[in-house]
């Protein structure tokens, strides 16, 4: 079993929808992220938790909100979409000791 | 903020043949990881190596933390390499920051 899930893998929704992206891990990692992949570009941070009590914006959080539910679940919405929020979405997570991040398998996000 | 440039950003190889690929960023990082993006957009964890030099099978890596630069190596490639390849940096300088390079695109030819 993966041990970084992402739901869902794809969607397509509209301008001004609002949309959950969903990431739960079991590696027992306390820290999670969430990043932002355009075409040909390489990942942009939007938020971090170093546990569950923590949350931070990264480079380019507006637009976005997280929550983080549980140690192993922290979600990504998009309260308003818009198409420039096209893009791939991964989640990631690591240890507080050596930071080593690893990823999930993406959600691949089309705003029409 | 700090700077992470990778190079060179497209490579094209004959099955077999060697490269190196190299990260440099403009300020002391406190680690530096290696991905592949592969064609379905997975990523894949290849090294963390804040410094020094590591291996493993046909790919190995090296960090000089002091000069600011990464080198990963990739010998006898295989068409199975192709991809894209990040290297990744966090900092805690003016907050917690995880950096990416724009990546080197690598397409090997069988």
């Known amino acids: 079993d993966a041990d970084v899930t992402q739901t869902p893998r794809n969607r397509i929704t509209k301008t001004g929808k609002r949309i959950m992206l969903e990431c739960s891990q079991t590696?027992?990692?306390?820290?999670m992220y969430w990043y932002r992949q355009d075409p040909g570009l390489g990942l942009q941070l939007i938020y971090y938790?170093?546990?569950?009590?923590?949350?931070n914006k990264g480079e380019i959080s507006d637009g976005y909100s997280v929550s983080r539910q549980a140690q192993a679940k922290f979600s990504l919405s998009l309260e308003s979409a818009i198409p420039n929020q096209t893009a791939l979405y991964f989640c990631?997570?690591?240890?507080?000791?050596?930071?080593?991040?690893?990823f999930g398998p993406g959600t691949r996000l089309t705003v029409l | 903020g700090i700077q992470v440039e990778q190079s060179p950003p497209d490579l094209i190889l004959q099955e077999g043949a060697n490269s190196t690929l190299r990260c440099n960023f403009s300020?002391?990082?406190?680690?530096l990881q290696w991905f592949h993006q592969n064609p379905w957009g997975q990523l894949i964890n290849l090294f963390y190596?804040?410094?020094g030099t590591k291996q493993n099978g046909r790919l190995s890596a090296t960090t000089v933390a002091t000069e600011r630069y990464s080198l990963l190596y990739i010998s006898s490639s295989q068409t199975t390499d192709s991809g894209v390849y990040f290297c990744?940096?966090?900092?805690?300088?003016?907050?917690?920051?995880?950096?990416f390079g724009a990546g080197t695109r690598l397409f090997v030819k069988a």
């Open positions: 300020d002391s990082v406190n680690n």
């Open positions: 590696k027992g990692h306390d820290r």
């Open positions: 190596i804040p410094s």
């Open positions: 990631a997570t690591s240890d507080g000791s050596r930071n080593e991040q690893f």
């Open positions: 938790s170093f546990d569950v009590k923590d949350i």
């Open positions: 990744a940096v966090d900092t805690n300088t003016g907050g917690f920051k995880t950096i």
